[in-house]
């Protein structure tokens, strides 16, 4: 049963356009999501956040976006750049107070110079 | 980098053997949290340690097990390996009151 689905496996997008990477969950109790980039041979490091109080949360160039009733949230990259080229993994967690995280099967973006 | 290492980064072991992964947590983290990375899946979550007591598990058999000491590393031991233990194993700390996970580099095992 996948809790948390990032249902777009790769995404291509030109250098200096906006880059869309969407995430899917099921479970109400989800009170916390993250957004984590992987490079290959490096362990996920930590984007940007956004608890479920909120509906926007804005860093730099990224902002994720959460939708509670449709259970959705999206992260925007503007500009997008070469090095933003990563494997992204949209994560949740709540309800338990164990603060483990759910995480999607990623979306591995390619930014075309 | 994120404070977090873990070691060893790459190792190979036969079915049926035991292994014991490492992990030293970033200054100041006392909650450590282990997840089993499959290829092309996202991380799954194994166990959660807080302050040397584990505090959550996931959907992982008994022979995966873990302790946390008390300078807050800890080490995760996975008994009777099995071909579909070959896997990423990354060790995240945080600190509870941030909700913010840091990730080590990861310890690629592959079983055979």
């Known amino acids: 049963d996948q809790q948390v689905k990032q249902n777009s496996p790769s995404l291509s997008v030109q250098e200096g356009r906006i880059s869309i990477l969407n995430c899917d969950y099921t479970?109400?109790?989800?009170?916390?999501f993250l957004w984590y980039k992987k490079y290959p041979a490096e362990g996920p490091t930590f984007l940007i956040s956004i608890s479920s109080i909120k509906d926007k949360n804005e860093d730099g160039r990224f902002t994720v976006f959460l939708n509670k009733s449709a259970k959705h949230l999206s992260l925007h990259i503007v500009p997008s750049q070469p090095g933003d080229s990563a494997v992204y993994f949209c994560a949740a967690s709540g309800g338990s107070g164990t603060y483990k995280y759910i995480f999607g099967t990623g979306t591995r973006l390619k930014v075309l110079a | 980098e994120t404070g977090v290492t873990q070691s060893p980064t790459h190792l190979i072991k036969t079915r049926g053997q035991q292994v014991t992964l490492r992990c030293s947590s970033q200054s100041g983290h006392n909650t450590v949290s282990w997840y089993q990375q499959a290829l092309g899946q996202g991380p799954q979550f194994i166990f959660q340690y807080y302050r040397e007591e584990e505090n959550g598990r996931g959907n992982f058999p008994p022979r995966f097990s873990g302790l946390q000491f008390p300078n807050y590393s800890s080490e995760l031991n996975v008994n009777a390996l099995e071909l579909d233990d070959s896997a990423l194993y990354l060790c995240?700390?945080?600190?509870?009151?941030?909700?913010?996970?840091?990730f080590g580099q990861g310890t690629r095992l592959t079983v055979v």
């Open positions: 995240a700390s945080s600190l509870p009151e941030t909700g913010k996970a840091f």
């Open positions: 479970n109400s109790m989800f009170d916390y």
